[in-house]
């Protein structure tokens, strides 16, 4: 794993820098493989990233977009994470269609959604099962508990080593997350984190020895790149 921890300024300069990155990410995908394909995160930090993103001239026919998480509400719902990315960035822009890959949220249960959206996911990229498929950008947030997509300390979801997608729970309510080891299985997994509020959990996920189970996005450690992109109130202490 290679890791890059970079605290900016403030957060238009975290957003500048991590479409910076991402566009970096995008040609070298779509050099080497003739696709790019990124898998999204909800929150309000990337939504002015997503914004950005609209305003580029890209090969949006060799885009595809994945969601790493999605709130168990029908697609047009205010908590859809789906939703806030159409409006911010995908209803901007001329994307095909068929290269956007939402989360399905109206089948008959969680259980139910995260198996079809598994298959989708490996009909996609033609994964035989045995080896996870390798998305080339797996964006991330952090909560101010650790948790990553929806993968919150001590629930069930933390456990699952042997599927894409599973069920995630916040307070009762069911959420469609991607595992950990899928996550860990992408080219480059990008944490965007702002805010003072975020330093205790940050300062358990950097530390030497933490609980994984309490802290979850220190199970976060990709077969590629690991960037962390803080702003300077999130990544005060961490700056020395």
Known sequence: MNKTVEVLPDQPTLVARALELILSKLETAI??????????SGGSTPKPLYEAIATQKLPWDKIHIFWGDERYVPPDHPDSNELMTRRAWLD???????????VPTLEANPELAAAKYEQHLKEFFHSSGVEFPSLDVVLLGMGDDAHTASLFPHTEALKVRDRLITVGNKDGNPRISFTYPFINSARSVIFLVAGANKRPALAQVFAPVADDFTYPSRLIKPQGELWWLLDAAAGLELQH
Not at 31 to 40: D, M, N, S, W, Y
């Open 31 to 40: 050099e080497q493989r003739g696709r790019f394909t990124i898998a999204l």
């Open 92 to 102: 901007r822009v001329d994307i095909p269609a068929a290269n956007i890959h939402p």
